[in-house]
C-alpha cells in the first residue's frame, strides 16, 4: 500500500489483526524501498510511531506468517491497517 505522509506530523500506523492469525509481520519503506521500520525486529509489534522530517510517500506492506505445523488446515481472518496523527503542541 502507498500513503503520503507529511513533514512534521506525529504519525502512529497501527495494524490490527484477527486472534486467530499468527504473527503479522509489517514493513514501512521509501520509494526505493529502503526499509525505514520493520517490526520482526521488534517482536512482532504491531504499532510504530513516527515523525518525517519531510513529506513523502511511503510504503506499507504486510505478511500474515504461515502458521507452524497447521499446513493442512486453511486459516481465515481479517487484517486492516490504522493510521493516525497526534496533534503538536508546541
Avoid: H
Avoid at 28 to 51: I, M, Q
Avoid at 54 to 64: A, D, M
Wanted: hydrophobic share 35%.
Amino acid at each position: 500500500m502507498y500513503k503520503t505522509f507529511y513533514a512534521g506530523q506525529n504519525y502512529r500506523i497501527y495494524i490490527c489483526g484477527s486472534d486467530a492469525l499468527p504473527d503479522i509481520e509489517f514493513q514501512v519503506l521509501d520509494v526505493n524501498r529502503n526499509v525505514l521500520y520493520d517490526n520482526r525486529k521488534n517482536d512482532y509489534s504491531r504499532l510504530w510511531d513516527f515523525k518525517l522530517e519531510s513529506s513523502q510517500q511511503l510504503i506499507i506492506s504486510l505478511r500474515v506468517k504461515n502458521s507452524e505445523g497447521e499446513t493442512d488446515e486453511l486459516i481465515s481472518g481479517c487484517v486492516a491497517i490504522m493510521f493516525g496523527i497526534k496533534e503538536n503542541k508546541e
